[in-house]
Nanobody
Framework: QVQLVESGGGLVQAGGSLRLSCAAS????????MGWFRQAPGKEREFVAA????????WYADSVKGRFTISRDNAKNTVYLQMNSLKPEDTAVYYC???????????????WGQGTQVTVSS
């Protein structure tokens, strides 16, 4: 079983940047696909970005493409989400998750972190 802990969230002005981290423990995630999802108040959880175990394939939601970058450091058992040019509509709780299969669908992810709040002020 793997435990995932997100960090790096906070309050930032529109146009600013944040870097989220997702640290895994319990076992290596070096063979897992990893994803970032987010959930805003009153809305369903939505896909943000995903990366295969090797980093060879990456997917982004259209809403974040060109602004967010997902990456991973398997030696550190950690996945990152660099968020630039943040907008108020990016405000949400951000979750990382692991899966045996790379997917943009939350249902395919087995383990989830507790989430980290990102708030973007206008």
């Amino acid at each position: 079983q793997v435990q995932l802990v997100e960090s790096g969230g906070g309050l930032v002005q529109a146009g600013g940047s944040l870097r989220l981290s997702c640290a895994a423990s319990g076992r290596t995630i070096s063979r897992d696909a990893m994803g970032w999802f987010r959930q805003a108040p009153g809305k369903e959880r939505e896909f943000v970005a995903a990366i295969t175990w090797s980093g060879g394939s990456i997917w982004y939601a259209d809403s974040v493409k060109g602004r967010f970058t997902i990456s991973r450091d398997n030696a550190k058992n950690t996945v990152y989400l660099q968020m630039n040019s943040l907008k108020p509509e990016d405000t949400a709780v951000y979750y990382c998750a692991s899966s045996g299969v790379a997917s943009i669908e939350a249902v395919h992810y087995d383990y989830w972190g507790q989430g980290t709040q990102v708030t973007v002020s206008s």
